[in-house]
């Protein structure tokens, strides 16, 4: 069936049903599983797992392999024929899996404390145990290393890159992986600027250092052309990025049109949806299955809305959610949310990362809207155009709360937290709140620090509501 | 005499401790604007030059309150700090803010300063922290211009080439005087604590830089150093600490369990008096070139650069220092010395030099405990320099 599938926010806003808006009631001892899932996701964990199998067995295809963290860089790198390691995106799916520990305790061997960013300490440890391996090859000592460990199954990198905004740890990890591989692969480093928004005229997409900054990345992407050229010995394919931007433009209009579907009440898919589509924007090679996926989350979501079928059984509650992932806990905090009628809508980690602004994609000159994309992170604006995209994500999902994962680790993602909390009141009388956790090490989770929070806003939103 | 003057010597610790009742007392005496600034590259000349007094904004000894809800408990106790004083008005003296590292922890904390005070201008002059890139020195070089044009604009005032060579010049030669005491220590003509070179530096962040050279000279005018240290004392190096201070009293105590602190590449150290600025050619230009020389003459974990190593350059100046051990200094949370630390251990455990950890927080000092580890630290060292060389 074919449908209109260019709903604006504004379309999907006067369609919103009535919410059930009876007060927070007590739980069940039982509780159901509320949420629902959308099913077309599954198809992009198959391709992840599809994707990361293939990286493991580079080195026997004779590929060049480059290690690299932060931004997208991953159009240049299949242009230029390599094979890709994203850091985060490893560290990511270990602690998606629950196979974080060997990593974490070989980074802990190693010396990283642990308070240090849970995604660099995984990844670190990774290192270490592929730099272990690399040893035992050529010592003909074998057993230092479990094989059998995914953590241990990264190729070793023919070279490294980092393009790492907002935070300055990214940079610095990358500097301490190539250490740890004893300087043997060459490193190139892309410095992203903070779009700091100090100026009159500056805002999101705007004003003067938005238009100068991203012209002085897109020269240093260039640099970085030239540096893989050198290192593959191959002349670029500039063809091939075009149409990889071409791939990209496209799944991520369709992942930006799927989700404006979801501004609808009750909302057919949830943040927990998006999160499960990170890694096919974020790192999956450009191609028209990455289309086909985002037409097929879009599809789905579409005939939800038709079938009036809902994400959170009885929505009552529309949630924000602030900071990055969980990994540990995806599953858990999916039902969690849903077992208190909550449906989280959106949040900064999803909406406001990975390919959102694809108007900006020239396939005539598609590294200067790279370049932009890599400038917008997330993390890599000042507090004032934080505020301004948190009170458009808002008011464009109907968010009648937020909540801040407050992730132990990364210092980049909470940074702004409590200030934006306090806006979100000010601006629009947004109730808040704060729960402790972390990207990669499930011990910083705090269960109660979630539920009592989470019902505490739920209470002060009935509340809010009684007083309307 | 070989000790420090303490008439001259408590002026400048009166001053260390209360950086912001002398920025109030100088604004009130010049009648000029006060400008903040923050850890650790920032190039105080060109604001100087400007006319106006650049302070670097310091940890506060108070307890953090107001701050608590505005920074997590898991960043670094200098940028809670920050935060905190900008909460409760204690950055009030300040006329502008500029900065030009970018630490996560740190801008953080800049954002809590640019929500407390919007009225109060904040210009985050970025230089890039990727030091040996073929753009790295224009990047650089464009930032130092477009600081001086936002200072210009804050202050009204124009920079003058000629002003900014003099105070470069002043800089220098503060910088130059500061390396006097830290080289007369560490050949042991002076007997001067880690917490009293502390107090040193740390007054020279804060105050005139005119004024804090003539008080050195007369600190060093009335020295005659002649002593050497006793050898029961254990020579250590201190490393790490960047941006804030380690409390006086941990340095104290360190040097209480048998130590002799004879170097450091602490910030309040010989990392904030390593480099000077180039007197000869356009003088901003001079300070893109000195902040690209600094992570050359000491390394640092908060920059990135393929040539250089922070570990080889500490095993350099352990072997010019002849310390025996090192205490690595950490502040709780800090990122970039969290990563870089396992680095400097393996260096130093391929060499078999000692080394220990010691974590820092904002609250308090854990005296007992650190004092015992350091007493053990001390006595593993003294035996393994007993240790019979093997005939072999
Ligand atoms: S702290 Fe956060 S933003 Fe920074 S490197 Fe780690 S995960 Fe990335
Ligand atoms: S470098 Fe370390 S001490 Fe300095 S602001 Fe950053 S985290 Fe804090």
């Known amino acids: 069936m074919t449908l209109d599938l260019s709903l604006s926010t504004q379309q999907s806003l006067s369609t919103r049903q009535s919410l059930d808006l009876l007060p927070t009631r007590p739980r069940s001892l039982e509780t159901v599983d509320k949420s629902n899932r959308l099913k077309s996701t599954s198809l992009g964990g ?236 974020n790192f999956l090679p450009a191609n028209q299955m990455l289309v086909d996926y985002f037409q097929a989350v879009k599809d789905e979501i579409t005939q939800r809305i038709v079938d009036n079928v809902s994400a959170v059984q009885n929505e009552r509650y529309r949630v924000y959610f602030d900071g990055i992932m969980n990994w540990n806990k995806l599953g858990f905090l999916t039902r969690k949310f849903a077992e208190y009628d909550v449906a989280v809508v959106a949040g900064r980690y999803t909406h406001d990362s990975f390919w959102q602004e694809p108007q900006l994609i020239d396939l005539d000159r598609p590294l200067l809207g790279m370049a932009q994309h890599y400038l917008i992170c997330p993390i890599n604006h000042g507090l004032k155009i934080m505020e301004e995209l948190l009170i458009k994500r808002c008011d464009e999902f109907g968010i009648d709360g937020i909540a801040f994962h407050s992730t132990r680790t990364c210092r980049a993602m909470t940074n702004p937290q409590h200030i934006l909390a306090r806006t979100a009141e000010r601006d629009r009388g947004i109730k808040t709140f704060s729960f402790e956790g972390d990207v990669a090490d499930a011990s910083f989770y705090k269960d109660e620090s979630l539920e009592s929070g989470l019902v505490a806003m739920l209470e002060s939103i009935d509340q809010q509501r009684a007083k309307v | 005499m070989d000790e420090l003057d303490s ?127 073929p753009w790295s020195g224009a990047q650089v070089r464009d930032k130092v211009a477009s600081l ?142 000195w902040y690209l020389d600094r992570n050359i003459s000491a390394p640092c974990g908060t920059r990135v650069q393929r040539n250089v190593d922070w570990d080889t350059y500490l095993v350099d100046s352990l072997e010019s220092s002849g310390a025996d051990g090192v205490i690595t200094l950490m502040a709780k949370f800090c990122e970039p010395l969290m990563l870089y630390y396992p680095e400097l251990r393996k260096a130093l455990d391929t060499r078999d030099i000692p080394v220990l950890l010691i974590e820092t927080e904002h609250e308090g000092l854990a005296a007992e405990s650190v004092r015992t580890r350091v007493e053990t630290f001390v006595e593993r060292i003294r035996r393994q320099k007993l240790k019979v060389p093997s005939l072999a």
């Open chain 1, 46 to 281: 198959k391709m992840v797992a599809e994707y990361w199998d293939n990286i493991f067995t580079a080195k026997e295809r004779g590929k060049h392999v480059v290690w690299y963290n932060g931004t997208a860089l991953n159009p240049i790198f299949q242009a230029a024929g390599l094979e890709w390691c994203h850091g985060e995106a490893f560290s990511a799916r270990l602690a998606a899996m629950h196979l974080e520990g060997p990593a974490q305790q070989a980074g802990e061997e190693y010396g990283y404390i642990g308070e240090l960013c849970s995604y660099a300490r995984t990844h670190l440890g990774c290192a270490v145990m592929t730099q272990k391996g690399i040893t035992e090859k050529q010592s003909g000592i074998v057993g230092m290393v479990d094989q059998d460990e995914l953590a241990s199954k990264l190729p070793s990198p023919d070279f490294f890159v980092n393009a790492y905004a907002g935070c300055s740890t990214g940079q610095q990890w990358d500097a301490m992986t190539y250490r740890v591989f004893g300087k043997d692969f060459p490193i190139f480093n892309v410095s992203l600027p903070m779009i700091w928004g100090n100026k009159k005229d500056s805002g999101y997409l705007r004003g003067t250092e938005w238009e100068k900054t991203p012209l002085y990345v897109e020269e240093q992407l260039k640099k970085l052309i030239e540096f893989i050229e050198y290192q593959t010995k191959r002349p670029f394919d500039w063809g091939a990025l075009s149409e990889n931007m071409s791939y990209i433009k496209r799944a991520s209009e369709l992942r930006l049109e799927a989700m404006a579907l979801c501004a609808a009440a009750p909302t057919p898919a949830t943040y927990w949806d998006w999160v499960a589509s990170i890694a096919p924007i």
């Open chain 2, 7 to 133: 008439a001259a010597f408590s002026v400048l610790e009166a001053i260390a401790s209360n950086p912001m009742g002398y920025a109030a007392d100088w604004k009130r005496r010049a009648g000029r604007p006060v400008v903040g600034s923050f850890p650790m590259n920032f190039p105080s000349e060109i604001v100087h030059a400007a006319g106006a007094l650049p302070v670097i904004v310091q940890e506060s000894r108070t307890p953090i309150t107001e701050g608590r809800s505005l920074l997590p408990e898991f960043y670094c106790s200098y940028t809670r700090s920050v935060a905190d004083q900008a909460a409760v008005g204690e950055l009030d003296v300040f006329d502008a803010f500029v900065l030009a590292d970018h630490c996560v922890q740190l801008l953080g904390a800049a954002d809590v300063i640019r929500w407390a005070k919007p009225e109060t201008p904040m210009h985050f002059a970025q230089f890039i922290s990727s030091m040996d890139d």
């Open chain 2, 148 to 289: 001086r044009v936002e200072v210009e604009e804050i202050l009204d005032v124009t920079i003058a080439p000629e002003a900014l060579s003099a105070s470069i010049r002043a800089f220098n030669k503060n910088r130059h005087l500061l390396r006097q005491f830290y080289e007369l220590r560490k050949t042991g003509r002076l007997r001067v604590s880690a917490s009293q070179l502390q107090v040193l530096v740390k007054s020279s962040m804060v105050m005139e830089i005119n004024e804090h050279n003539e008080l050195l000279e007369g600190l060093l005018a009335g020295l005659d150093p002649h002593s050497h240290a006793p050898d029961s004392l254990v020579r250590l190096h201190l490393s790490g600490h960047f941006c804030a201070p380690p409390r006086p009293e941990l340095l104290d105590l360190i040097e209480e369990c048998g130590v002799l602190v004879v170097n450091d590449d602490l910030y309040h150290g010989t990392r904030y008096i390593s480099t000077d600025v180039p007197e000869e050619g356009d003088p901003f230009d001079a300070l893109a070139t």
